[in-house]
């Protein structure tokens, strides 16, 4: 079945460093791929998505790039805030209603 | 505004009795589920609906029940029989295509059973 691996944290970085999170999947198909976050309390809200190979999925400054060779979505920020602090969850979708795959979960801790 | 409400935020329940968690959506999604989050594993699905009065069973189905008799809405019921109910629990909403159309969540119901 589809699964979800993800870099463990916790992980903690001073302001404006470099952040990657690490995300590979395995899926039969061509999945979407997905990162969401989820502040403290609160429930995910969808950060970025890419729907096929080589498709790059952008927002406030996250990037990840849909790597088909290397089954791959690693999580990229070139300069974090303290406000980046929360879980990131990647996760897939082979399409259709049925459901979304999600992994473990990496907390990023930004420190000032 | 549109978007997905859950309630109650924190609840409590003794051990044997049933509890029941609201999940309201008013984005017109035809789909909606509902998922178990706990420290360190991720999000579970418990039990998704395609479409109203039809409703399937996800990983982790054993000691809940949903109902589904309206489209905005889609209580789950924690039952005496789960095992071990302590636990985050997430509503979410999606339009049609999981692979296409974004999966709104809501802020979530912490069930404590004491």
């Known amino acids: 079945g589809d699964s979800v691996t993800q870099m463990e944290g916790p992980v903690t970085l001073s302001e404006e460093a470099f952040l990657t999170i690490n995300c590979t999947y395995t899926a039969t198909g061509y999945p979407s791929l997905f990162w969401y976050v989820q502040y403290p309390g609160e429930g995910l809200q969808l950060l970025l998505k890419?729907?096929?190979?080589?498709d790059k999925g952008s927002n406030k400054g996250f990037e990840a790039t849909y790597r088909k060779e290397t089954t791959s979505f690693h999580l990229e920020k070139g300069s974090v805030q303290v406000s980046d602090s929360a879980v990131y969850f990647c996760a897939l979708s082979s399409g259709g209603y049925q459901k979304v795959t999600f992994g473990t979960g990496t907390k990023l801790q930004v420190i000032p | 505004d549109g978007g997905i409400t859950q309630s109650p935020k924190y609840l409590f329940r003794k051990e044997g009795q049933n509890v029941t968690l609201s999940c309201e959506q008013n984005l017109n999604h035809d789909a909606m589920y509902w998922y178990r989050q706990d420290p360190g594993q991720g999000l579970r699905l418990i039990y998704y609906?395609?479409?109203?009065?039809?409703?399937q069973k996800g990983d982790i189905a054993e000691g809940y029940s949903v109902s589904r008799e309206k489209k905005e809405s889609f209580p789950l019921t924690v039952t005496s029989a789960q095992k071990n109910p302590t636990a985050f629990y997430l509503c979410a909403s999606c339009s049609k295509d999981l692979s296409t159309d974004t999966q709104y969540f809501g802020p979530g119901t912490r069930l404590t059973v004491l």
């Open positions: 609906s395609q479409i109203v009065n039809d409703f």
């Open positions: 890419a729907t096929k190979a080589d």
